[in-house]
């Protein structure tokens, strides 16, 4: 392992820096501890540059202290060691004063926290960063730090606004798009995203209510700790979940605050799914998240936290309005060829209820740029909330219903489009997403199309964008008239 530099840009800390300039940084003391700050401000920098998600720094205290970083960016993981020379400690002590975390026997053993970093609007230009428009560039660095069995670790994920995507450049399908639209802009109800951590809950979320900042709504979020700072017109409120601040003691407060929309970071627990449901169901439009692995199992999931199952799933079913479930998978460029399928890939694809075929065209590069993201949702209609509010919740009759829904698309669907796309790849999808049982045994809506009419699945997707908008603009069609006229 060698030490971390940046070649290509000494400027970050150079002569060309301010005073002023370098202390809002990162204030580099001089001395032994000088080589450590400015290997931290080139991780963050590097970070900053590159588009990264999270800074890993582990400290491991075995035969001396060895400090690790690694940043995870757009195409993979970057690692690197530090070991110029014994003062590896001091990572430990710079990361706490960041943070303005007390130091000693009153460090707590496990810490959430965050700090900012401003690098000079020169800086940003230089290295082309979107939306400098002339200002500080802004980060927010969200920290959560714990005492190892060996040593210590920080996990840094960056937060930056000004790449923080707007509903529009999601690039999502245009029949998705239009659901969501028609949802956060309902007065009241409420709306769940669930996913593994780092699945693009909080970008998906903070672009919807970025949608509804518009001076006319009150907003308010609750969160542990907030993601992104929201700015606009209009009364916004941001409320950081710590100490004996609760989401349910948070929530309540701001019930008497005069919301029209709040964000929820997380529905957790009973109490607060309650206070959620009071909100969603009393004229303000809730948006959450909520651990669980698609879009049915949210359900199930959102069931299980009622405090009365039988008394609570009616108010459950009256106020949910859309349950979306997300993942991320690296996007290639986009080099086709087509290749065979194995057997293996074969049967998955039949297990997830997709059309079975022996070759594709696949890209063939190598070369990461960024991430693409993979939703299912479900508009949760009169049929389906009649099913979450019956004695017995049947995951795969709401399935049944949801897969007749235009915007449906199973995780795996949606990933194996994206391959079709041209910009990721099926080994990915597979070790990415979990198969879903229920599709295997019904298949869904887009495979009865994609079979009827010997279409790949992404053409399907245009098929169904098409048909979407060709109802917004009031032109009187079938579903079966689109697709005979674009694709016989």
Known sequence: MSNFTLPDYPELYGDRLTEDERMALMPITSGANRAVESTLLNAFAYAVISGASDVHISGHEWQGLHVEIGIRTSVGMVNFGYDRDNNGKHFRTKMLELTNTPQGGSTPDLLSTRFSLSFP?????????????????????RVEYARTFDGWKFTSRIINQQTAPK????RLPHALEALIRRVICEPSGLILATGPTGSGKSTLLNAMINYLINGQNAIVTIENPVEYRLRGPGPITQIPVRGEVTFAKALRSVLRQDPDIILIGEIRDVETMDVALDAASTGHLVLSTLHANSATDAASRALDLLPDRTRDAVRLAESLKLIMAQRLVYKFESEMAPRELGIHERSWLEDNGLNVVRSLQETVSQTKVGKSALIEAIDIDYPISQIIRGDRFDPDAMYRLASRQLQYETLVMAGLRAVEEGYAKFSDCRTKLETNRSAGAAPPLRTELARRFGLTYSEVARGIDKFVTEQ???????????????FK
């Open 121 to 141: 609007a020169w800086w940003a230009e230089q290295h082309n960063l979107r939306n400098c428009n002339g200002q500080p560039y802004d980060i927010d660095v």
């Open 167 to 170: 509903l529009e450049q999601l």
């Open 472 to 486: 917004e603009l009031n032109h009187e069609t079938t579903l079966d008239a689109v697709f005979e006229r674009m």
